[in-house]
């Protein structure tokens, strides 16, 4: 595509700034314009666009005045762009339906092209049922739909990209198909979009900017995009036009689509879930996105919550030239995400910004709830200083506090092939009603997760796993949300990246140390049953899932052995864990014993030989008596404790000061209690342990503990 630039001010511009973008073009050519006398935008604007400077009064401390100052009139900006969103379009479907209920040849006319269109894919599909070949031709129907829907034009394409995170209502093959769909339409005439412009903004063009491109640098189904630089301040900005006529276009066919919704509510009974409802939910983030000024509320809560990582950025937005059909950000330089070797010519390695992406997704899942809800390859970008930067913020979702913490024990639950518990969750995650049994699903997880899961975690392929999941999702009654969907789709939107630059690349094994580090630190109730039910089986400890999940959680740049510590020792220590204290009693005799037979074996074996004959009566073999296998169980276990204290101890900002809380949990009643109970149950196990050497009694099952 060929660009050219229009020229506003009196003087020529580099274009060096085009090289940025990732995208081969042919050389721009440059239309220049006679200069206008433009019109002042106002101190107001130039306020907004000054970027907080920080200064130092005569004590040497921050002045926070003019940050302070910076940010109200950033408010008040913002309250402005607000102002001019006022009448922005929302979906009612009642309105819709009273604006079309009497214009039938409008409606007809688009009636039958969707019909006709669909109807045509329809027939196929019922011929290939005929025919008993529904399975065979799968792939290549799944293709034509997404065809299809590029044709019917943004509102279709937009449908085809939500179906295609719904394992619930779609097969794998159509999944992966409309996965595909590229929301790029052909252009409008820039004539209309710098009209927009001024109409909305309220100003000549050549007032607000020095210079804008004069062709769009990328077009999409809502708007497209050009490149310009503010005339007050200098800033490169994207400005984002929203199409013409793009609100009626819209509305007409989710008033179709919503009355088709009805008839499959009604006649098609292997789609169980409400169409309906989803046609409803998606229609309304649709138009959410026809509101440029909620996108810029959505970009810069998003950059509060995440873009504290220094390997994420979020562009600002510039309120005094953003309205409901216009939005003004920050100028990204980078490439996209899919583009390995542009991406590598910058000295960036990809899989390092997947990684960035894959923890920055888990936060937004499960942290604050809040994520980007269209992590397309497009709307990642890689920057010359290695960020990874988040663009279009139109559709955003939110995760549910409680699914937050139900997707991690889930996780929990697959890990230790619990699938009754597995099944359970769906209950947590609104994938299920309460009224639903959950019996029969239950076989059917089994069936794929056992095989799923002889591979170790490293080695798990999350599509695979989404896949798998998808078909058992799409035998039974399951209403998938939208939040866990999407969520999928950006974990597997990242894998795919990922696996082009490295074909053994797995986000599982990516993802865990988020997940280990939740749960050995997050006091939510919720995930403290999870570690328990992790750590705990049959009524033992399995330190090697503990020492697991301290080696993955380590890899995460955010844990501390302080905050692996504290809440464990707190809950041991509560009211209701009673049960679990009988547990770790039992466990710290186990270890103490373990330690002290350990030192006592390793001091036994530095004797020399012929010493060892005189002190043990001739039997030099070993100083306890027991069997080969309890002596190599006890020496194992010292060895783990020996290396989880290494891993806590070597973790991260590790100081021995983080003890002194945990001493001072350790000082209430109930942990002197647990103490002492603790001291009873060792000096019982070692007495006993004497008493067998002494009298040379063979080793029989263990005295129980208090």
């Known amino acids: 595509m060929t660009c050219r630039l229009v020229i506003t001010g009196g003087h020529t511009h580099s274009l060096a700034w085009w090289k940025g973008d990732g995208i081969s073009r042919p050389t721009p050519s440059i239309t220049t314009t006679k200069p206008k006398k433009a019109k002042p935008i106002g101190a107001v604007a130039a306020l907004v666009e000054a970027r907080p400077i920080k200064t130092r009064d005569s004590d040497g401390s921050l002045a926070v005045v003019q940050v302070l100052r910076d940010r109200t009139v950033e408010l008040q900006a913002e309250a402005r762009a607000l102002a001019r969103a006022a009448n922005a379009p929302t979906y009612d479907p009642q309105l819709l339906s009273a604006r079309y209920g009497s214009r039938p040849i409008k409606v007809l006319r688009r009636a039958l092209e969707i019909s006709i269109a669909l109807g045509t894919f329809g027939l196929k599909l019922l011929l290939d049922q005929r025919n008993g070949i529904v399975d065979k031709n799968k792939r290549k129907r799944a293709a034509e739909l997404r065809r299809i829907f590029t044709r019917l034009g943004p509102t279709f394409v937009k449908l085809g990209q939500g179906l295609s995170t719904r394992p619930d209502l779609c097969p794998p093959e159509y999944l992966e198909e409309l996965s595909e769909l590229q929301d790029a339409l052909p252009t409008f005439p820039d004539e209309e979009a710098f009209s927009c412009v001024e109409r909305e903004l309220g100003l000549p063009i050549d007032s607000i900017y020095s210079l804008i491109s004069a062709s769009p640098i990328a077009a999409a189904s809502l708007g497209q995009v050009y490149k310009a630089q503010l005339r007050y301040s200098g800033h490169f900005v994207a400005v984002k036009v929203q199409r013409p006529g793009i609100e009626q276009a819209i509305a007409l066919d989710f008033y179709l689509t919503r009355n088709i919704a009805f008839l499959i509510n009604k006649y098609v009974d292997i789609i169980t879930s409400d169409v309906v409802a989803l046609v409803d939910e998606f229609a309304s983030r649709v138009y959410q996105e026809l509101n440029y000024v909620q996108e810029g509320q959505n970009a810069r809560r998003f950059k509060k919550l995440y873009a504290d990582k220094e390997d994420v950025l979020v562009p600002d937005i510039f309120w005094d030239y953003t309205s409901g059909k216009v939005l003004t950000m920050e100028w990204v330089e980078g490439v996209k995400l899919n583009e390995q070797d542009a991406i590598e010519r910058q000295g960036l390695n990809v899989l390092d910004l997947v990684n960035t992406g894959i923890q920055c997704s888990l936060r937004q899942l499960l942290e604050y709830g809040y994520f980007h809800a269209d992590p397309h390859p497009g709307n990642l970008l890689a920057t010359p200083e290695g960020k990874l930067a988040f663009l279009d913020f139109g559709m955003m979702s939110e995760t549910p506090e409680q699914a937050r913490v139900a997707i991690i024990g889930h996780v929990v639950h697959m890990v230790n092939r619990d699938y009754e518990a597995m099944a359970r969750d769906y209950y947590a995650l609104d994938f299920l009603s309460p009224d639903v049994d959950v ?236 103490g002492g109970r603790v001291i009873g149950g060792i000096t019982q196990r070692m007495a006993a342990r004497l008493l067998q050497q002494v009298l040379q009694i063979p080793p029989t099952v263990s005295a129980p503990v208090p």
């Open 439 to 674: 019996s029969p699903i239950v076989p059917a997880l089994r069936n794929f997760f056992d095989d799923a899961l002889n591979s170790t975690v490293s080695e798990l392929n999350f599509k695979t796993i989404v896949d798998g999941l998808g078909a058992v999702l799409y035998q039974y009654p399951f209403n998938v949300p939208a939040y866990y969907a999407l969520i999928l789709r950006s974990l597997t939107v990242l894998e795919g990246l990922a696996l082009v630059a490295d074909p053994n690349f797995k986000v599982l094994a990516a993802s865990y140390p988020y997940f280990a580090k939740r749960l050995l630190t997050d006091s939510n109730p919720y995930l403290r049953d999870a570690l328990i039910e992790l750590l705990f089986n049959d009524g033992k400890f399995r330190w090697n899932r503990l020492e697991n999940l301290l080696v993955q959680g380590r890899k995460d740049r955010d844990f501390t052995a302080k905050e692996a510590l504290q809440p464990v020792l707190k809950l041991l220590l509560s009211p209701d864990s009673e049960e679990l204290r009988v547990l770790v009693i039992k466990e710290a005799v186990r270890v103490t014993e373990a330690v002290t037979v350990g030192t006592v074996v390793d001091t036994y074996n530095s004797i020399p030989i012929f010493m060892r004959t005189l002190i043990f009566n001739g039997n030099a073999s070993r100083p306890f008596v027991m069997s080969e296998t309890e002596l190599e169980s006890m020496m194992e276990l010292r060895a783990q404790v020996i290396r989880i204290w290494v891993l806590l101890r070597s973790s991260e900002n590790f100081d021995p000061a983080l003890l002194q809380p945990i001493l001072q949990v350790l000082q209430q009643p109930e942990a002197r209690i647990l």
